[in-house]
């Protein structure tokens, strides 16, 4: 599979940014999809991953502030980030794997970054 992300930007402290990642190839549904984020100086964090049947896990810096969502018609997977931190800056990284045991912390597939820049 083939991941393709878009949606990074600029963000004021307490603002609101949507990414969106596409699937290509077949087997969307199949998928256990994540997203991973990386900050300058800092290793690559977990930050959310969605099952086949819908339940999301999220780090605990993130919890009750961004969604995790998919539209398998669209192929396509929203992380909706809503009250942002100048914390939550970081390139962020679409992710997917066939198994839920690697999403959280080596999934097989990896779109390309986007970064998120979230100014106080």
């Known amino acids: 599979v083939q991941l393709q992300v878009s949606g990074g930007g600029l963000a004021q402290a307490g603002g609101s940014l949507r990414l969106s990642c596409a699937a290509s190839?077949?087997?969307?549904?199949?998928?256990?999809m994540g997203w991973f984020r990386q900050a300058p100086g800092k290793d690559r964090e977990f930050v959310a991953a969605l099952w086949n049947n819908g339940a999301a896990s999220y780090a605990d810096s993130v919890k009750g502030r961004f969604v995790f969502s998919r539209d398998n018609a669209q192929n396509t997977v929203y992380l909706q980030m809503t009250s942002l931190q100048p914390g939550d800056t970081a390139v962020y990284f679409c992710a997917a794997d066939r198994s839920g045991d690697l999403i959280t912390t080596a999934p097989a597939y990896w779109g390309q970054g986007t970064q998120v820049t979230v100014s106080s």
């Open positions: 190839g077949r087997s969307f549904s199949s998928y256990v």
